[in-house]
């Protein structure tokens, strides 16, 4: 138990470094790839991220959806990627192999779709190399460059805002 403390310490000390070191970079680049983590404790619908993909342009090999979940269930089997915190060591270090291949892939955009205050979920928000990254309301605004006030049943509000303002930052490209 004392150990499990100390690495939780560990971990969320190496999650400010990583947020005290992040350099925002927006650049006028197309959203291209989309990459979505969620909670599935949460939110468990992967198709609203499809269609939300779809939605402004990205194509289906280019999405790539993980779900997290505190706990580790044997119903959660059914999606391709789901993690716990059993994936994670000291220091921030990623366990899993696919986890670390998804942090290590840069997206054109990443979109957190939690409000949990997990430190798992937030330490794959500041770890990934995505260029832009998307979220909805956090207690840590430093994880994310654009932040949607929603609640997570209002998906379609969440859509519609995140079309409107990738819109007008010239990162949705037209077909």
Known sequence: ????????????????KLLSQREVNVVDNKVESL??????????????FRALADDINVRPNRLKIIAFSTN????????????NPKD??????????????????SFDALISYYTKDELELKLL???????????ILQTDARLNDLIIKTSLNEFDVFKKELNKYLTILNKIKNE
Not at 1 to 16: P, R, T, V
Not at 76 to 82: A, I, R, Y
Not at 125 to 135: D, N, P, R, V, W
């Open 1 to 16: 138990m004392i150990l499990k403390g100390f690495k939780e310490k560990s971990n969320k000390k190496h999650l400010n």
């Open 35 to 48: 990459g979505v983590i969620l909670n599935i404790d949460e939110v468990d619908d992967f198709e609203l």
């Open 72 to 83: 580790k269930k044997d119903n959660l089997s059914t999606w391709d990627e789901c993690f």
């Open 88 to 105: 994670f060591g000291w220091n921030g270090s990623i366990k899993n192999i696919e986890l670390q291949s998804f942090l290590n892939t």
């Open 125 to 135: 928000t500041a770890t990934s190399k995505a260029k832009f990254k998307i979220g």
